[in-house]
């Protein structure tokens, strides 16, 4: 299965302007927040909504679509939608065209070098020791909602970025943020880097030492409510998913104790994730005094343990489902935290996803539903085996991510070929697998035929400096 292709927005935005008339709201600064708070789950499917609602109390999602708006059809269009591109798309309101962020990895055209969408070898990690440290928003290049805001009143307002993934906090609080906090696997300890400062504030310090994840890592995953509760579309045990260690199975209860003091990645694939993140958001409200300023704070928040349970259990499995039970109480109380620390009707609060999913291709497969897997691994080394015996040269092809080739342009031309032979050999061969609905070059993007719909996708996802050569469409 591929991706969906564009940007799935589910947002909600929370408005409370009190009573003021309409030349009032016009003129008076009451009008702005304290603090604007910017809620992503990662990877959430608009259908969960109301699939899941009959677990659902009034404190969380329900609360949010009883008081707020829903954007029933809100998304930005382009292709493709992976984590990174998703946040920078929601945060600057534009696409990579623009922002620049084609993925959460690309290949830098100028150099020829790969890049991770957060690296940065300028600056290195504070509050950490490992590589995961050296991150920063220097490949974003266009500003974000909070950038503008800090330029609108001489940067009086304070953003922040905070989730277990560098990606999910850092581009959202953009080049100017005052911080971005992830979780460093090693340790357990939220980190950001000397993008930001040289040290980490004595609040984040002592969260780190109070080893909360530790304690949640003790108590393990098991599920909130009898099983009898839950939709079971299979059984719990089956061929679909992977557990969230090679040590693990993929039952319930899934075991943590192991890991603690060891590897923290595996409580990224836990709903205790979403939990620790609104806790260290709870602590940041309250000890960097957001809200309490003249100017409207931002505080952008990535859950992204959503994303890690998605992936490794799929749309349909009681993972899932317990997560999204578990979400909807801690949302309701941080709602609940909001209203009592910033005050109900000082603050908006927004809910989008950074991109969706779709089930698991074998769960569809044995519903009869036209799917399959692809190995890009396995794909990436035919293709590049089939160039070499064609025209005997090794390494023409580079890198494939998000369904795009990279040719090795300056080899194609050191070694005399044409890049037009190079593409239509990949084009011709990839065209002849079933899984393939159509392989495309982008220099011939304008000779293409695509639905408008389609075109506009993807050139809105293509930036020449980071993008791909040849776009791959799978099969839907
Ligand atoms: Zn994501």
Not at 10 to 34: D, F, M, R, Y
Not at 216 to 243: H, I, T
Not at 254 to 281: C, D, E, V
Not at 362 to 388: C, M, P, Q, W
Request: glycine share 8%; hydrophobic share 35%.
């Amino acid at each position: 299965m591929k991706n969906t292709g564009v940007i799935f927005l589910l947002t909600i935005i929370q408005l409370c302007n009190g009573g003021l008339s309409a030349q009032e709201k016009h003129i008076s600064k009451a009008q702005q927040p304290k603090v604007l708070i910017g809620l992503v789950v990662d990877q959430m499917r608009w259908d969960y909504l109301y699939r899941f609602q009959h677990h659902y109390g009034n404190g969380g999602f329900k609360r949010l679509m009883t008081e707020g708006f829903n954007y029933e059809n809100a998304f930005i269009p382009y292709a493709s939608s992976v984590t990174a591109t998703g946040h920078a798309s929601i945060y600057t309101g534009a696409y990579p065209f623009f922002h620049g962020i084609v993925g959460n990895e690309w290949v830098d055209r100028t150099t020829g070098k790969y890049v991770y969408c957060t690296d940065d070898s300028t600056v290195v990690g504070v509050g950490g020791t490992s590589k995961q440290g050296m991150m920063s928003p220097a490949n974003l290049l266009s500003t974000t909602i909070g950038d503008e805001l800090k330029f609108s009143n001489n940067f009086q307002s304070r953003i922040f970025g905070i989730s277990l993934k560098d990606r999910g906090g850092i581009f959202p609080a953009g080049r100017t943020g005052d911080a971005a906090y992830w979780l460093e696997d090693s340790s357990g300890n939220w980190i950001t880097s000397t993008w930001y400062m040289d040290q980490l504030p004595v609040w984040v310090r002592n969260f780190n030492e109070r080893r909360t994840i530790d304690s949640m890592m003790r108590e393990g995953w098991n599920l909130a409510k009898p099983v009898s509760a839950y939709q079971l579309y299979r059984s719990d045990e089956n061929d679909f998913e992977v557990p969230i260690s090679q040590s693990n199975t993929t039952h319930f209860p899934h075991q943590l104790n192991s890991f603690i003091r060891k590897n923290y990645n595996p409580f990224r694939s836990t709903p205790m994730g979403n939990t620790f993140t609104l806790n260290f958001a709870k602590s940041l409200i309250k000890e960097e005094q957001l809200g309490k300023g003249d100017f409207t704070d931002i505080l952008c928040i990535s859950l992204s343990s959503t994303d890690y349970i998605g992936h490794k259990f799929g749309t349909h499995s009681l993972e899932i489902e317990d997560t999204y039970i578990r979400l909807d109480a801690d949302l309701a109380a941080f709602l609940l935290f909001l209203d009592e620390s910033i005050g109900k009707g000082n603050y908006t609060l927004f809910l989008s996803a950074d991109h969706g999913a779709p089930p698991s291709p074998d769960f569809l497969k044995t519903k009869k539903v036209n799917a399959g897997n692809i190995n890009n691994y396995a794909l990436t080394r035919v293709i590049a085996s089939h160039l070499e015996k064609k025209f005997g040269v090794a390494g023409l092809v580079t890198h494939y991510f998000d369904y795009q080739f990279y040719l090795n342009t300056a080899l194609i031309k050191s070694k005399g070929l044409k890049r037009s032979d190079v593409s239509k050999a990949i084009i011709d061969y990839l065209n002849e697998k079933p899984e393939v609905e159509m392989a495309f070059d982008y220099a011939d993007f304008n000779t293409t035929i695509l639905p408008q719909s389609v075109r506009d996708m993807f050139a809105k996802g293509y930036h020449p400096k980071r993008s791909g050569d040849i776009q791959v469409i799978l099969q839907p």
